[in-house]
C-alpha cells in the first residue's frame, strides 16, 4: 500500500476528476418541489395533528391581557404552543410579538403596558413574587408579559431589555 491508495476490495481507488465530469450526471437530475404538509389554518399545525377538536369552540373570557414576547426560534419549533394559546383567546387579549429586542422607540404599545403598575412579567428570580400572592385590586385589567423561549434565550431577553425590568416579576 505504500504510495498508492486502496480500496476495500483491494483494487485501487479512482483518481478524483480535476474537472468534473465525475458530478456530470448530476446535474441532469430532476429536482423535486419539497412541498409543505397542509396546516391547519387556527393553530397553525399539519392538519394530521391537528389539535382544534381539543380547543374551546369559542375564545375563553378573561380580564387579563397576554403579550407573548417570543424568541425568532421558537416560531418554527415543532410543538407550536403559542398558536394554540391565541386560538384559545380573543384576538385583542393576547399579542405576540417576535424578536430579541424592544425598545420604547420601536415599540411603545410594549413601553406603555411595561410602566403600567398592574402588569406582571412571567419570570424567575429572587425579586419575583408567587403569582398566587399577587392581588389584582384595579379596575383596569391587568397584563401579562410571558417570554417564549429556551431558558437562555428567555433570559437573554430579560436582561437585554430594560422594559422588562420594570413590571412585577412573579
Known amino acids: 500500500m505504500e504510495g498508492g491508495s486502496a480500496t476495500v476490495g483491494g483494487g485501487a481507488a479512482p483518481a478524483p476528476a480535476e474537472d468534473g465530469e465525475g458530478c456530470a450526471g448530476l446535474w441532469e437530475l430532476p429536482v423535486e418541489c419539497c412541498e409543505r404538509r397542509p396546516e391547519c389554518a387556527r393553530c397553525s399545525r399539519p392538519?394530521?395533528?391537528?389539535?382544534?377538536?381539543?380547543?374551546?369552540?369559542?375564545?375563553l373570557k378573561v380580564s387579563t391581557c397576554l403579550y407573548i414576547i417570543q424568541h425568532p426560534a421558537e416560531e418554527s419549533?415543532?410543538?407550536r404552543t403559542v398558536p394554540l394559546l391565541a386560538a384559545c383567546l380573543p384576538p385583542d387579549k393576547c399579542k405576540i410579538l417576535v424578536g430579541r429586542r424592544f425598545s420604547e422607540d420601536r415599540y411603545p404599545e410594549l413601553a406603555a403596558?411595561?410602566?403600567?403598575?398592574?402588569?406582571?412579567?412571567?419570570?424567575p428570580g429572587a425579586e419575583a413574587t408567587n403569582l398566587e400572592e399577587v392581588a389584582v385590586m384595579?379596575?383596569?385589567?391587568?397584563?401579562?408579559i410571558i417570554i417564549d423561549g429556551t431558558w437562555s434565550q428567555a433570559k437573554?431577553?430579560?436582561y437585554k431589555n430594560s422594559?422588562?425590568?420594570?413590571p412585577k416579576q412573579v
Open 163 to 166: 422594559l422588562f425590568r420594570l
Open 77 to 79: 419549533r415543532v410543538l
Open 113 to 123: 403596558v411595561c410602566r403600567n403598575p398592574n402588569t406582571l412579567i412571567l419570570y
Open 47 to 59: 392538519q394530521k395533528v391537528c389539535l382544534c377538536p381539543f380547543l374551546p369552540v369559542h375564545p
Open 138 to 144: 384595579s379596575s383596569s385589567p391587568p397584563f401579562m
Open 156 to 158: 437573554d431577553i430579560f
